[in-house]
């Protein structure tokens, strides 16, 4: 019979450990972490306190985690399910603790090591049979809680009932995208990474390209993480690195010399030029004359630092207008110029090598590309690259030895070592791999990707479609830039309430894109402003107003499912679901005050509902409740995480939290069916809410004008103050009052109309526009 997991121990209190232990009490878990000492542990903890990005969803979220010493308290891992060995990589140090730990844990609990590539059978050998069954690798990935890939690392004698607990458990409790990797040295992610990896360091180290260049090449344009490459070196560490190559150089034998970093960047190691921790690697932080941050960048010929240069690829700039990932790489990829030789040179041997090595290291193609989208957040995995490419183009581009540039067109591979799994696509004539799209790893992840292939939407514009995902329920995609929030997404909102309650049971609002919504279409409002439209404003509030309230007394139940960023506009349409299902990443905000607005879409007259309805007592003192709402709008607070979300009062305690972001569309399906199984009846719109009138409002305006004569807000902070107290006190009214939702509704769109005409806000909104910043005029 499988163990049940109702706590975890996670030993080693090092940064991985200490954060491995956080992402486990992120989920609820009691956590239990132990190092050598009680202070040791304790210390660990602090230290993951401070990390950023931080590892924690809210501050008090640390309190499961119990700290104790492997010399006091190691007996006490009897009571967790889940062992979790996390100390540093080295085999004879694992396998002492190992022992302690086999003579102390409870039979039948599960033991782990977090190892990024010991061997796990090597680790588990000499322990009894009852053991091994309950032994495995389980590989985070760094940081925890933001990257979702586990690698779960199976010995040939792991019970497989302890295998599929793992993966569920990590699955559904911790958010994890589990693949299962054979215990090949340094499994399959970062196996593959590296060899990349050091096919960049030799391009670096022949002079023909700078730092800068190579990140820019390798970022988003080739569908791949802003911190791109040195970026993304500094965070993890180049001793870090260095330790994952000499790992595979001893155990992997003949394809070992590929594995060796250049000359250059074993001198940066001697220098303790190994990134952020030591403060300088690739990259380096200095303050400018004025106070500034300035950025300086490595020459790897001369190791000097010197200011960062803005690159020179005019291509770049091109293709990243290319929204098709695969057409942008391909495009990239076939330029005859720098960055093109950059990619033949680099990514073409790569995607060669991981298809010779996938059958030694990995159960599947799929499993390869998984794992590099979800360990390293790639939009394409090494086999969906050379699906874009074209296999005989990647072929014929790879260099036939370090350095040697492939030949120019027409195609020859004759001179490359066709790997074996290439070989049958080739002779039946393909040109890819894959017929199709990479399938999805669960029948419940991707449900609106496989809705939309099997041609079920059922209305569309330009700014959201409606999509029949099954079981009878309809679905709202957003799928304008950023998911802003215009007139087509407003039309699509409206339709969708209709369609449902007409042809469904249930209606969803999500998408898969990494943004709920960034927030309403700020440059439509300000040209309307501009022009002095104030009847047409006036229109466009009235119809989100409509929109938001028509998802709230919709007559059946509306689940919205926001991830990422989910602002303004975004964050309205959230809060007037009948239920949320919140990606546990979701940072949202009611943030119109940074751009001189306040929410007008029902969001003020919301968090002001909100807020009242837990007054102890009717007539009980009204302002510390208004006085949360006014800060949590006035200030414009984003929350971290859903949880955090749940406490600024974004969600509510009936609102569900997915702690895995691919299933949050399948989560918020389920719960929309839950709620018509509980036979949902649509809400009446509340007609008493209680505000305080002109006392409340005199005292907000006296907090407005203290903090403007202390110099910590601007002139038109406290015009935007002011706007905002007057609504959520409820106007001009000479005294407390129990007023209806369309009251304030009212009193929302007036002020924001107000707000609309000063100059001032409109500098803000432009300003905006065009930095992506908030201005403090």
């Given at each position: 019979m499988s163990p049940t997991i109702r706590s975890v121990a996670v030993l080693g209190a090092g940064t991985m450990g200490a954060q491995i232990a956080a992402h486990c009490a992120n989920a609820g878990i009691p956590t239990l972490l132990l190092d050598l000492t009680r202070d040791v542990a304790h210390e660990g903890l602090k230290r993951a306190r401070r990390l950023k990005p931080d590892p924690f969803f809210t501050r008090d979220a640390g309190e499961l985690i119990t700290t104790g010493g492997f010399d006091q308290d190691l007996d006490r891992i009897r009571e967790c399910g889940w062992i979790i060995e996390a100390i540093i990589e080295r085999l004879d140090l694992k396998q002492s603790l190992l022992e302690k730990i086999a003579a102390s844990r409870c039979p039948g609990s599960i033991v782990s090591s977090n190892t990024s590539g010991i061997s796990i059978t090597a680790l588990g050998r000499g322990h009894t049979e009852e053991f091994r069954r309950h032994w495995l690798g389980t590989h985070f990935f760094n940081p925890p809680r933001y990257l979702s890939l586990l690698e779960v690392i199976p010995t040939q004698e792991t019970d497989p009932a302890i295998v599929e607990t793992i993966s569920s458990f990590a699955h559904l409790r911790l958010g994890k995208n589990v693949v299962i990797a054979k215990d090949t040295p340094?499994?399959?992610?970062?196996?593959?990474?590296?060899?990349?990896?050091?096919?960049?360091?030799?391009?670096?180290?022949?002079?023909?390209?700078?730092?800068?260049?190579?990140?820019?090449?390798?970022?988003?344009?080739?569908?791949?993480?802003?911190?791109?490459?040195?970026?993304?070196?500094?965070?993890?560490?180049?001793?870090?690195?260095?330790?994952?190559?000499?790992?595979?150089?001893?155990?992997?034998?003949?394809?070992?010399?590929?594995?060796?970093?250049?000359?250059?960047?074993?001198?940066?190691?001697?220098?303790?030029?190994i990134g952020e921790k030591a403060g300088h690697g690739f990259y380096e932080r200095r303050k400018g004359p004025t106070g500034e941050t300035e950025i300086y960048a490595l020459d790897p010929m001369s190791l000097e630092y010197r200011p960062q240069q803005k690159p020179k690829l005019g291509v770049l700039e091109a293709a990243l207008a290319i929204e098709n990932p695969r057409e942008r790489v391909r495009k990239l990829f076939n330029s005859r110029d720098r960055v093109g030789d950059f990619l033949r040179e680099t990514l073409a041997p790569t995607l060669v090598y991981t298809a010779r090595v996938t059958p030694e290291i990995a159960h599947s193609k799929d499993d390869v590309d998984r794992v590099m989208r979800w360990g390293f957040g790639w939009e394409l995995g090494p086999f969906e690259l050379w699906d874009a490419i074209g296999?005989?183009?990647?072929?014929?581009?790879?260099?036939?030895?370090?350095?040697?540039?492939?030949?120019?067109?027409?195609?020859?591979?004759?001179?490359?070592?066709?790997?074996?799994?290439?070989?049958?696509?080739?002779?039946?004539?393909?040109?890819?791999?894959?017929?199709?799209?990479?399938?999805?790893?669960?029948?419940?992840?991707?449900?609106?990707?496989?809705?939309?292939?099997?041609?079920?939407?059922?209305?569309?514009?330009?700014?959201a479609s409606l999509v029949d995902i099954g079981d009878g329920v309809l679905a709202v995609e957003f799928h304008s830039k950023m998911n802003a929030i215009g007139g087509d997404t407003i039309q699509m909102l409206n339709a969708g309430v209709t369609e449902a309650a007409r042809n469904f049971a249930a209606l969803v609002v999500g998408n898969d894109a990494p943004t709920f919504s960034a927030g309403a279409n700020l440059m439509l409002l300000l040209l309307e402003a501009q022009e002095g439209n104030w009847e047409e404003i006036d229109l466009m509030i009235r119809a989100f107003q409509r929109a938001t309230t028509g998802l709230r007394y919709s007559d059946v139940p509306v689940v919205v499912a926001p991830a990422g960023l989910t602002l303004g506009g975004g964050c309205e349409v959230t809060l007037h679901g009948d239920r949320v299902q919140a990606a546990a990443e979701a940072y949202i905000g009611l943030v119109e005050v940074g751009v001189g607005l306040i929410p007008a879409g029902g969001g003020t007259k919301e968090m002001?509902?909100?807020?009242?309805?837990?007054?102890?007592?009717?007539?009980?003192?009204?302002?510390?409740?208004?006085?949360?709402?006014?800060?949590?709008?006035?200030?414009?607070?984003?929350?971290?995480?859903?949880?955090?979300?749940?406490?600024?009062?974004?969600?509510?305690?009936?609102?569900?939290?997915?702690?895995?972001?691919?299933?949050?569309?399948?989560?918020?399906?389920?719960?929309?069916?839950?709620?018509?199984?509980?036979?949902?009846?649509?809400?009446?719109?509340?007609?008493?809410?209680?505000?305080?009138?002109?006392?409340?409002?005199?005292t907000l305006n006296l907090g407005i004008h203290l903090a403007w004569r202390g110099g910590r807000i601007s002139d038109h902070d406290a015009v935007v103050g002011r706007k905002l107290a007057w609504v959520l006190a409820g106007g001009s009214l000479p005294h407390g009052a129990l007023v209806g939702e369309s009251y304030l509704l009212d009193l929302e769109r007036e002020a924001f109309l107000s707000l609309c005409g000063e100059r001032k806000t409109q500098e803000r909104i432009q300003y905006t526009l065009k930095t992506g910043k908030t201005l403090r005029n």
């Open positions: 340094n499994f399959i992610a970062n196996h593959i990474a590296l060899y990349g990896l050091i096919r960049t360091f030799e391009v670096l180290a022949s002079g023909r390209y700078t730092v800068e260049e190579i990140d820019a090449i390798t970022g988003p344009a080739l569908g791949r993480p802003k911190s791109a490459t040195f970026r993304t070196v500094d965070v993890v560490g180049l001793d870090v690195l260095a330790h994952v190559a000499r790992n595979l150089i001893e155990r992997i034998g003949s394809a070992s010399e590929a594995f060796r970093m250049p000359t250059f960047m074993e001198e940066m190691q001697r220098r303790g030029l296999i005989r183009e990647v072929l014929a581009a790879t260099p036939v030895a370090p350095g040697v540039p492939a030949a120019e067109p027409p195609l020859d591979i004759a001179a490359v070592a066709i790997p074996p799994l290439v070989q049958p696509a080739l002779d039946e004539g393909r040109h890819a791999f894959r017929d199709g799209r990479l399938p999805p790893a669960r029948p419940e992840l991707e449900i609106l990707r496989s809705a939309k292939d099997r041609q079920r939407v059922v209305k569309r514009n330009a700014g002001l509902a909100r807020a009242v309805s837990h007054l102890p007592q009717p007539k009980a003192d009204l302002l510390p409740f208004v006085q949360r709402a006014f800060e949590t709008i006035g200030f414009a607070k984003v929350s971290t995480s859903a949880p955090e979300a749940r406490q600024l009062g974004y969600l509510r305690d009936v609102d569900g939290i997915s702690m895995n972001r691919d299933r949050l569309l399948f989560d918020a399906k389920m719960l929309a069916l839950e709620r018509v199984r509980e036979g949902y009846q649509k809400p009446l719109p509340p007609k008493a809410i209680p505000v305080g009138g002109e006392g409340v409002l005199a």
